[in-house]
T-cell receptor
Framework: DAKTTQPPSMDCAEGRAANLPCNHS???????VYWYRQIHSQGPQYIIH???NNETNEMASLIITEDRKSSTLILPHATLRDTAVYYC?????????????FGKGTSLLVTP | DVKVTQSSRYLVKRTGEKVFLECVQD?????MFWYRQDPGLGLRLIYF???????EKGDIPEGYSVSREKKERFSLILESASTNQTSMYLC??????????????FGAGSRLTVL
């Protein structure tokens, strides 16, 4: 699976949009981009995933560049509860789900 | 609304004890996983199972075994606990349906301390 590069930490003011970048320049054609987050002392939580089209759900939006070499997770109106470590993962579908590599992620701090 | 339940949130055991960590999911998922998480090392896969009675080694299986006798339950066993197994243990499950295998649902975690 392709590796990802994320900034180690970011800050965001409460109520503003949080834009979390991820670089995956070696992504291959059959690999999807997944985002998870982990709030302190809890298990990781799935947020969203996509292949090449932009995706939106009730939690966030995922913007993938046309060349698929990078993506951005957008939390449109960040709240204090969004403070967490955010993981960007690139993986092909497999029916075992074994391929996920969580890496170190970006620690997002949402401030009042 | 809890979907993946880990039996113990906090455990303290002594070196050499046999430790059982239990995980139950109610989503009829085929795949189940055990990870451990340590500061600076991220999440590391210990074992996973894609069907009842099936198991596959992950990245760090040494010192651990697993059991999957029923679809909903996946147990992690430390035959003889050691201090280097002090960690946060996370159970997860996912569906084998086309889009689902990499969408993992995690439990809250079990923090094990081995003295």
């Amino acid at each position: 699976d392709a590796k990802t590069t994320q900034p180690p930490s970011m800050d965001c003011a409460e109520g503003r949009a949080a834009n979390l970048p991820c670089n995956h320049s070696t992504i291959s054609g059959n690999e999807y981009v997944y985002w998870y987050r982990q709030i302190h002392s809890q298990g990781p939580q799935y947020i969203i995933h996509g292949l090449k089209n932009n995706e939106t759900n009730e939690m966030a939006s995922l913007i993938i560049t046309e060349d698929r070499k990078s993506s951005t997770l957008i939390l449109p109106h960040a709240t204090l509860r969004d403070t967490a470590v955010y993981y960007c993962i690139v993986s092909s579908y497999s029916n075992s789900g074994y391929a996920l590599n969580f890496g170190k992620g970006t620690s997002l701090l949402v401030t009042p | 609304d809890v979907k993946v339940t880990q039996s113990s949130r906090y455990l303290v055991k002594r070196t050499g004890e046999k430790v059982f960590l239990e995980c139950v999911q109610d989503m009829d998922h085929e795949n189940m996983f055990w990870y451990r998480q340590d500061p600076g090392l991220g999440l590391r896969l210990i074992y996973f199972s894609y069907d009842v009675k099936m198991k596959e080694k992950g990245d760090i299986p040494e010192g651990y075994s697993v059991s999957r006798e029923k679809k909903e339950r996946f147990s992690l066993i430390l035959e003889s606990a050691s201090t280097n197994q002090t960690s946060m243990y996370l159970c997860a499950s996912s569906s084998r349906r086309e889009a689902g295998a990499n969408v993992l649902t995690f439990g809250a975690g079990s923090r094990l301390t081995v003295l």
